[in-house]
């Protein structure tokens, strides 16, 4: 991955039997990819996205983007929160 300056891509595949997350930098470097199956309920499939995030971005800024009908997601470099 670039330095830590450059941001992240952040994709998620949200799936009915799993979770998956990953990030690629701005050169085209991919990054950890983390799989999870999918929880049961939506507060616990919302607090496992922003774990994901959080792990894939390891305390790097990501940009803001969408590849679907998904909502899209970024994490802060400081508390790997998930915003809308």
Known sequence: MASPDTPLH????????KFLAAAVDGRGRAGPTI??????????????LK???GQVCAGRTAARSTG???WSAR??????????
């Open 51 to 53: 774990e994901m995030v």
């Open 68 to 70: 679907g009908p998904a």
């Open 10 to 17: 952040v994709g998620l595949d949200i799936g009915g039997t």
């Open 75 to 84: 994490c802060t470099s400081r508390s790997g929160e998930v915003f809308r």
């Open 35 to 48: 799989r999870e199956p999918t929880p049961q309920s939506l507060a616990e499939g919302l607090n496992l």
